[in-house]
Protein backbone atom coordinates (compact mmCIF):
# COMPACT_ATOMS: atom_id res chain seq x y z
CA UNK A 1 0.00 0.00 0.00
CA UNK A 2 0.99 3.32 -0.64
CA UNK A 3 -0.76 4.70 2.50
CA UNK A 4 0.89 7.25 5.36
CA UNK A 5 0.32 6.04 8.25
CA UNK A 6 -0.70 9.07 11.60
CA UNK A 7 0.47 9.18 14.83
CA UNK A 8 -0.84 9.21 17.07
CA UNK A 9 -4.17 7.56 15.84
CA UNK A 10 -6.15 10.24 18.97
CA UNK A 11 -4.85 13.24 20.52
CA UNK A 12 -7.11 14.77 23.61
CA UNK A 13 -5.16 18.70 24.58
CA UNK A 14 -6.96 21.64 26.33
CA UNK A 15 -7.72 24.65 24.03
CA UNK A 16 -4.64 26.99 23.67
CA UNK A 17 -1.97 23.73 23.90
CA UNK A 18 -0.39 22.79 20.95
CA UNK A 19 -1.15 19.85 19.21
CA UNK A 20 1.56 18.18 17.02
CA UNK A 21 0.60 14.81 14.67
CA UNK A 22 2.91 13.23 12.57
CA UNK A 23 3.12 10.81 9.31
CA UNK A 24 5.11 8.40 8.01
CA UNK A 25 4.89 6.88 4.70
CA UNK A 26 6.97 4.46 2.21
CA UNK A 27 7.40 5.57 -1.18
CA UNK A 28 9.31 9.04 -3.27
CA UNK A 29 7.03 11.63 -3.31
CA UNK A 30 6.65 15.08 -4.83
CA UNK A 31 4.81 16.62 -2.02
CA UNK A 32 2.92 15.98 0.61
CA UNK A 33 -0.19 17.57 2.14
CA UNK A 34 -2.78 17.87 5.06
CA UNK A 35 -6.28 18.10 5.59
CA UNK A 36 -8.77 18.31 7.85
CA UNK A 37 -12.22 16.64 8.49
CA UNK A 38 -15.21 17.09 10.48
CA UNK A 39 -16.90 14.95 11.56
CA UNK A 40 -19.65 13.80 8.68
CA UNK A 41 -18.10 16.54 6.14
CA UNK A 42 -15.44 16.62 3.18
CA UNK A 43 -12.02 16.83 3.63
CA UNK A 44 -10.38 20.52 3.47
CA UNK A 45 -7.25 21.11 2.21
CA UNK A 46 -5.04 23.11 5.05
CA UNK A 47 -1.19 22.92 3.63
CA UNK A 48 1.24 21.59 1.02
CA UNK A 49 4.90 20.70 1.19
CA UNK A 50 6.68 19.91 -1.96
CA UNK A 51 9.33 17.65 -1.53
CA UNK A 52 12.51 19.89 -1.69
CA UNK A 53 10.79 22.25 1.18
CA UNK A 54 11.89 21.15 4.48
CA UNK A 55 9.40 23.51 6.67
CA UNK A 56 6.23 25.76 5.57
CA UNK A 57 3.59 27.84 7.99
CA UNK A 58 0.12 28.85 7.11
CA UNK A 59 -1.47 30.91 10.34
CA UNK A 60 -1.10 28.41 13.31
CA UNK A 61 0.14 25.54 10.97
CA UNK A 62 3.90 24.20 10.80
CA UNK A 63 4.16 21.36 8.76
CA UNK A 64 7.57 19.96 8.35
CA UNK A 65 8.93 17.46 6.24
CA UNK A 66 12.32 14.96 6.14
CA UNK A 67 12.40 12.77 3.04
CA UNK A 68 15.60 10.83 4.78
CA UNK A 69 13.02 9.68 6.83
CA UNK A 70 10.11 9.64 5.31
CA UNK A 71 8.04 11.54 7.61
CA UNK A 72 6.13 14.55 8.24
CA UNK A 73 5.01 16.33 11.14
CA UNK A 74 1.88 19.10 11.82
CA UNK A 75 1.86 21.33 14.54
CA UNK A 76 -1.22 23.16 15.31
CA UNK A 77 -0.48 26.40 17.79
CA UNK A 78 -2.71 27.86 20.56
CA UNK A 79 -5.49 25.08 19.61
CA UNK A 80 -9.26 26.15 19.86
CA UNK A 81 -12.06 23.67 20.16
CA UNK A 82 -12.81 24.68 16.32
CA UNK A 83 -9.76 22.88 15.89
CA UNK A 84 -11.38 19.49 16.54
CA UNK A 85 -11.39 17.43 13.70
CA UNK A 86 -9.90 14.21 12.20
CA UNK A 87 -6.75 15.29 10.12
CA UNK A 88 -5.00 13.42 7.10
CA UNK A 89 -1.39 13.24 5.84
CA UNK A 90 -1.63 12.61 1.88
CA UNK A 91 1.41 11.63 -0.49
CA UNK A 92 1.41 13.16 -3.95
CA UNK A 93 2.08 10.38 -6.49
CA UNK A 94 5.97 10.61 -7.98
CA UNK A 95 5.02 7.70 -10.81
CA UNK A 96 2.35 8.23 -13.20
CA UNK A 97 1.64 12.28 -13.05
CA UNK A 98 -1.22 11.72 -12.02
CA UNK A 99 -1.68 13.96 -8.97
CA UNK A 100 -2.77 10.80 -7.17
CA UNK A 101 -2.62 11.47 -3.65
CA UNK A 102 -2.79 8.68 -0.85
CA UNK A 103 -4.15 9.36 2.18
CA UNK A 104 -3.11 7.90 5.70
CA UNK A 105 -5.83 6.77 8.19
CA UNK A 106 -6.01 10.17 10.21
CA UNK A 107 -5.19 11.43 13.37
CA UNK A 108 -8.53 12.18 15.84
CA UNK A 109 -7.83 15.63 17.26
CA UNK A 110 -10.27 16.85 20.40
CA UNK A 111 -9.62 20.07 21.38
CA UNK A 112 -11.72 20.72 25.10
CA UNK A 113 -12.71 24.24 26.16
CA UNK B 1 -19.08 28.96 -6.36
CA UNK B 2 -19.87 25.54 -5.24
CA UNK B 3 -17.45 23.83 -5.56
CA UNK B 4 -17.53 20.17 -5.69
CA UNK B 5 -21.16 18.77 -5.70
CA UNK B 6 -21.79 15.21 -4.65
CA UNK B 7 -25.81 13.63 -5.41
CA UNK B 8 -26.42 12.05 -3.64
CA UNK B 9 -26.13 12.68 -0.31
CA UNK B 10 -27.00 9.46 1.25
CA UNK B 11 -28.75 6.47 -0.38
CA UNK B 12 -30.02 2.69 0.57
CA UNK B 13 -29.57 0.05 -2.05
CA UNK B 14 -30.16 -3.83 -1.64
CA UNK B 15 -27.60 -5.97 -2.88
CA UNK B 16 -28.20 -6.19 -6.79
CA UNK B 17 -28.93 -3.06 -7.54
CA UNK B 18 -27.76 -0.57 -9.43
CA UNK B 19 -26.87 3.30 -9.26
CA UNK B 20 -24.40 6.11 -10.27
CA UNK B 21 -23.27 8.49 -7.83
CA UNK B 22 -23.02 12.62 -9.99
CA UNK B 23 -19.79 14.47 -9.09
CA UNK B 24 -19.78 18.14 -10.14
CA UNK B 25 -17.46 20.84 -10.12
CA UNK B 26 -17.51 24.35 -11.94
CA UNK B 27 -13.87 25.06 -10.95
CA UNK B 28 -12.36 24.15 -14.45
CA UNK B 29 -10.48 21.20 -12.77
CA UNK B 30 -9.30 19.04 -14.97
CA UNK B 31 -8.30 16.29 -12.65
CA UNK B 32 -11.26 14.16 -11.01
CA UNK B 33 -10.91 11.81 -8.32
CA UNK B 34 -13.34 9.29 -6.36
CA UNK B 35 -12.76 7.96 -3.31
CA UNK B 36 -14.04 5.99 -0.57
CA UNK B 37 -13.85 6.07 2.94
CA UNK B 38 -14.18 3.26 5.50
CA UNK B 39 -13.40 3.39 9.44
CA UNK B 40 -9.81 2.78 10.29
CA UNK B 41 -8.70 2.80 6.06
CA UNK B 42 -8.43 5.87 5.72
CA UNK B 43 -9.36 7.24 1.78
CA UNK B 44 -8.56 4.50 -0.91
CA UNK B 45 -8.69 6.01 -4.40
CA UNK B 46 -11.18 3.74 -6.93
CA UNK B 47 -10.76 6.01 -9.88
CA UNK B 48 -9.70 9.00 -11.46
CA UNK B 49 -9.86 11.44 -14.59
CA UNK B 50 -6.73 13.65 -15.88
CA UNK B 51 -9.52 14.85 -18.07
CA UNK B 52 -12.57 15.18 -20.34
CA UNK B 53 -12.65 11.21 -21.80
CA UNK B 54 -10.34 9.49 -19.99
CA UNK B 55 -10.49 7.79 -16.83
CA UNK B 56 -8.02 5.18 -15.39
CA UNK B 57 -8.40 2.65 -12.14
CA UNK B 58 -7.01 3.59 -8.71
CA UNK B 59 -6.33 1.03 -6.19
CA UNK B 60 -9.82 -0.29 -5.05
CA UNK B 61 -11.37 -0.45 -8.95
CA UNK B 62 -12.89 -3.58 -8.43
CA UNK B 63 -16.87 -3.14 -9.28
CA UNK B 64 -17.15 0.07 -10.27
CA UNK B 65 -17.08 2.21 -13.30
CA UNK B 66 -16.71 5.79 -14.29
CA UNK B 67 -17.33 8.05 -16.65
CA UNK B 68 -15.95 11.42 -17.57
CA UNK B 69 -18.31 12.50 -20.64
CA UNK B 70 -18.08 16.17 -19.85
CA UNK B 71 -15.12 18.43 -18.08
CA UNK B 72 -17.15 19.16 -15.11
CA UNK B 73 -18.71 15.87 -14.03
CA UNK B 74 -17.07 12.44 -13.12
CA UNK B 75 -19.89 10.04 -12.30
CA UNK B 76 -19.58 6.85 -10.27
CA UNK B 77 -21.68 3.56 -11.05
CA UNK B 78 -22.14 0.39 -9.24
CA UNK B 79 -23.71 -2.38 -11.51
CA UNK B 80 -24.51 -5.08 -8.93
CA UNK B 81 -24.01 -3.56 -5.64
CA UNK B 82 -22.63 -5.45 -2.71
CA UNK B 83 -22.25 -4.86 1.39
CA UNK B 84 -18.87 -4.67 0.63
CA UNK B 85 -19.36 -1.14 -0.83
CA UNK B 86 -20.90 0.58 2.08
CA UNK B 87 -18.99 3.64 2.28
CA UNK B 88 -18.77 6.96 2.29
CA UNK B 89 -17.65 8.22 -1.07
CA UNK B 90 -16.17 11.13 -1.60
CA UNK B 91 -14.99 13.14 -5.00
CA UNK B 92 -12.48 15.84 -5.35
CA UNK B 93 -10.79 17.57 -8.27
CA UNK B 94 -7.48 19.58 -8.53
CA UNK B 95 -6.18 21.80 -11.26
CA UNK B 96 -2.90 20.78 -12.18
CA UNK B 97 -0.28 17.23 -12.53
CA UNK B 98 1.38 17.98 -9.63
CA UNK B 99 1.33 20.01 -6.36
CA UNK B 100 -1.71 21.21 -5.76
CA UNK B 101 -4.17 20.39 -3.30
CA UNK B 102 -7.55 18.62 -3.82
CA UNK B 103 -11.43 20.05 -3.28
CA UNK B 104 -13.65 17.30 -1.75
CA UNK B 105 -17.28 17.49 -1.89
CA UNK B 106 -19.08 16.88 1.20
CA UNK B 107 -19.63 12.44 0.63
CA UNK B 108 -22.31 10.27 -0.09
CA UNK B 109 -23.18 8.03 2.07
CA UNK B 110 -24.11 4.75 1.01
CA UNK B 111 -25.50 1.47 2.66
CA UNK B 112 -25.86 -1.92 0.67
CA UNK B 113 -28.26 -4.46 2.61
Known amino acids: SQQGEEDPQALSIQEGENATMNCSYK?????LQWYRQNSGRGLVHLIL?????REKHSGRLRVTLDTSKKSSSLLITASRAADTASYFC?????????????FGTGTRLTVIP | NAGVTQTPKFRVLKTGQSMTLLCAQD?????MYWYRQDPGMGLRLIHY???????AKGEVPDGYNVSRLKKQNFLLGLESAAPSQTSVYFC????????????FGSGTRLTVV
Open chain 2, 92 to 103: ASTSGPRNYGYT
Open chain 1, 27 to 31: TSINN
Open chain 2, 27 to 31: MNHEY
Open chain 1, 49 to 53: IRSNE
Open chain 2, 49 to 55: SVGEGTT
Open chain 1, 90 to 102: ATGDDQTGANNLF
